[in-house]
């Protein structure tokens, strides 16, 4: 899975890539160690924070989570991120990756 529970948050695993044509979910990555993530596409361009900001505006939009719950916890200036989403259950992570095969 592209997520861990730890306390009462989960901890995301996202491969972003910026600067895409549209903002959407794009599937599950596997790294060379074999772990997952959630392939996230954004508009913004990878400058200032923008595409780490898309990032939290739209996992906020898509998980109906206040943006103030979801936090960029590793790396801001990487490709592969995980990102911390509190006050989540395990139903609402999930809803990530409905319609995806």
Known sequence: ?????????????????PNSS?????????DEN???YLKINVV???EK???NKELIDFLS???KMPKS???IVTG???RLKKVCIAGADEKTILKLTEGEE
């Open 34 to 36: 074999n772990q997952a």
């Open 22 to 30: 549209s903002c959407r979910i794009n599937g599950i990555f596997f």
């Open 61 to 63: 939009k898509t998980l």
């Open 76 to 78: 801001l200036q990487d």
């Open 1 to 17: 899975m592209f997520f861990e529970k730890k306390d009462n948050q989960y901890l995301l695993r996202v491969r972003l890539t």
């Open 49 to 51: 924070g923008k595409a």
């Open 44 to 46: 913004s361009i990878p």
């Open 69 to 71: 719950s979801i936090t």
